[in-house]
């Protein structure tokens, strides 16, 4: 799976990001407007980019920017360590979004991380590993991570809700100190603000095998790359640092988009960190 964000992705974001006007951008990186431009479209540079100064200007890590220009990508991961986990990608209009299904191998007991576009392939799983969908997480209701929730609550009505929408009954809001059993896997939550006023991520725990714990990060990082501070870029990037970076290296990331990564990878190779 490509990155979700290419350079022109990158450097657009930390444009915005740092209130820096196209010239200014244009002119460190050693470019024209034309060509900066171009290079925000498509993500590919036609000229040699002045990648320490663009990154300085821009607030970026030169050395990691650049290796995403060379075409850096996040090691591929074996999720079948993780038997009791599948990512499930849906496309529409364009837009790929991941939503994240896990079980208990003994009960069979569920939980769904958000919805994606369409509730058939979470379906289908469902029915193949013969499982009991108990909970659906939401990391923020954004139509992108919630369009599939109608069919899934029709076909499974008594389902646990959690998430951290104001706008949602008190039984459905997340508690900070929540630890929520499903089987023998555990899982927490963690706020973190800064692409939507109701964003939370989970971390679960306790998979057979000790592997790695995994964190469902929704639209607060991708790899290589941030979402976008809708509320506010700084106080995303400070939720990164705290409540993501504070995980353990090897935990595994998995985001609203794009492929999934880890803790130690998006330190070493994020140029936005």
């Avoid at 498509?42 to 030169?62: E, H, I």
């Avoid at 837009?95 to 958000?114: G, H, I, K, P, Q």
Wanted: glycine share 6%; aromatic share 8%.
């Amino acid at each position: 799976m490509n990155l979700e964000d290419n350079l022109g992705d990158i450097v657009r974001k930390a444009r915005k990001a740092g209130n820096v006007s196209a010239e200014t951008a244009a002119q460190a990186a050693g470019i024209s407007v034309d060509e900066w431009n171009a290079l925000e479209q498509t993500g590919q540079p036609n000229s040699k980019v002045n990648y320490a100064a663009l990154a300085k200007a821009l607030n970026l890590s030169a050395p990691k920017l650049e290796a995403i220009a060379k075409g850096w990508l996040p090691s591929p991961k074996e999720t079948s360590r993780w038997r009791e986990f599948r990512m499930i990608s849906t496309e529409k209009g364009g837009n790929t979004v991941n939503c994240y299904l896990v079980w208990d191998e003994v009960s069979r007991e569920a939980a769904l991380f958000d919805t994606g576009w369409f509730a058939e392939p979470i379906f289908k799983i469902i029915d193949d590993e013969k499982l009991q969908l108990k909970h659906l997480f939401l990391t923020h209701t954004h139509e992108d991570h919630i369009a599939a929730m109608e069919p899934i609550k029709q076909r499974f009505p008594k389902i646990l809700i959690h998430t951290d929408a104001k706008s949602a009954p008190p039984q459905h809001k997340n508690r900070r100190n929540d630890c929520i059993q499903v089987g023998s896997l555990r899982i927490t939550n963690r706020e973190t603000v800064g692409h939507a006023e109701d964003h939370v991520i989970y971390l679960i725990g306790n998979f057979p095998d000790d592997v790695p714990h995994v964190g469902i990060i929704g639209d607060t990082i991708f790899s290589g790359s941030m979402a976008t501070g809708f509320i506010s870029w700084d106080q995303l990037k400070e939720r990164v640092r705290s409540q993501i970076f504070s995980l353990p290296a090897d935990t595994l990331l998995c985001a609203g988009h794009g492929p999934l990564t880890t803790v130690a990878e998006e330190k070493e190779h994020n140029p936005f960190f």
